[in-house]
């Protein structure tokens, strides 16, 4: 018991500190454009980083999950919904699943 409850305050700190270490660091704004800019894309990448290897194991066939994600690059591309593009891109991925 005392394992189990040292392990998850070990897990609580890792995930907490940093969270409040950057806010109690880093009390002004960021003057360098460059950091602001780069800043501002860490959550796209983040998110691009998360969900891009799944893409590829959530299909049967590497040509069916290849066709899904060209399918909503482009229809993202034409700026359609993001509904949209989900839709599309499952729609091509299911049809790749069968032709392949």
């Known amino acids: 018991m005392g394992y189990i409850l040292s392990a998850i305050l070990v897990m609580a700190l890792v995930t907490y500190l940093p969270r409040v270490l950057p806010l109690t660091l880093f009390t002004g704004k960021l003057a360098s454009p460059f950091w602001q800019s780069f800043l501002a894309y860490v959550p796209y990448a983040v998110l691009g980083a998360m969900t891009f290897p799944g893409i590829f194991y959530a299909t049967e066939s590497l040509p069916s999950a290849l066709l899904g994600t060209l ?3 482009i229809a993202a591309y034409s700026k359609q919904s993001l509904l949209t593009v989900a839709l599309c891109a499952v729609a ?3 049809i790749g699943n069968l032709l392949f």
Do not use: F, L
């Open 92 to 94: 091509a991925a299911a």
């Open 71 to 73: 399918t909503a690059v």
